[in-house]
């Protein structure tokens, strides 16, 4: 059994193939890369027996997700957020409402761990979502990522210019405009990071799980986070048939 699973987010799109429940390694676009119809289907998909995907992407991407995968003839699954995973439960009165990224970030932590946990997802937006012992979401914060306060400030500051390629972890005080704002962003990002390992301490949280592109990033100002960089991938796998979009047969099209 052949099977794809992908994670379709604002920035990347991340998938892999699982050959009879062994994980191939991850392989990933740029979103935007679909946007522009610049991606060719990898040799990999052609014969899959399945998929399943979670997307935050959008309409556009998802459609033509929805599309390739009729025309491989590949039967699909969309993930869909729902009130309860079991014995996971849903803080949102409307689910749907919830992006599905989230929640199946937070149905594999659950998975892996069966106690409390805080999962941190460092993508474009930062994520935060807790889960107590009894598997009950508690809610949870959505935030700008480093990249995103960085344009946010270019954006609103008019006399505030410096090169963009300049990167770093550091957060020690700039001494050029590029290093006031690189470290200012990682700044403040570091602090919030402090104040979640003290609230993970006040709610009794075991375990922070990281994911995300900047995952690596944070962990430098967390002491004991676990980091999992196929969080979301890893939540597909657990997903029955009840916690999915209806699967859609493909039939494959004839080429005109």
Not at 20 to 40: H, K, L, M, N, Y
Not at 51 to 60: D, I, K
Not at 170 to 188: F, M, N, W
Not at 222 to 238: I, S
Request: aromatic letters at 8%; hydrophobic letters at 40%.
């Amino acid at each position: 059994m052949t099977e794809l699973e992908l994670d379709a987010g604002n920035t990347f799109v991340k998938w892999r193939i699982c050959r009879d429940g062994v994980a191939e390694p991850q392989q990933r676009w740029f979103t935007d890369e679909i946007r522009c119809r610049s991606v060719q289907v990898p040799n990999e998909w052609i014969g899959v027996d399945s998929a399943r995907y979670v997307s935050v992407a959008g309409e556009e991407v998802n459609n033509w997700l929805n599309q390739t995968f009729k025309r491989l003839a590949i039967p699909f699954h969309q993930a869909k957020v729902h009130s309860e995973y079991h014995d996971l439960k849903n803080a949102y009165k409307t689910p749907e409402q919830m992006g599905a990224d989230r929640w199946v970030a937070m149905i594999a932590a659950w998975q892996k761990m069966r106690s409390s946990f805080c999962v941190v997802d460092a993508g474009s937006a930062i994520t935060i979502d807790w889960v107590n012992h009894q598997g009950q979401h508690l809610g949870g914060y959505i935030l700008p990522g480093v990249a995103m306060l960085k344009k946010s400030l270019l954006g609103q500051t008019a006399q505030v210019r410096w090169d963009e390629k300049h990167h770093t972890s550091l957060i020690e005080p700039g001494k050029s405009t590029a290093e006031c704002v690189e470290h200012g962003c990682r700044y403040q990002i570091a602090a919030l990071m402090k104040q979640l390992e003290r609230d993970c301490k006040d709610r009794q949280i075991d375990k922070i799980l990281i994911t995300g592109g900047d995952a690596v990033d944070l962990m430098a100002w967390l002491k004991e986070a676990e980091y999992h960089p196929l969080l979301v991938l890893d939540g597909l796998k657990y997903l029955d048939t009840s916690h999915l979009g209806e699967k859609v047969q493909a039939n494959k099209q004839t080429e005109s």
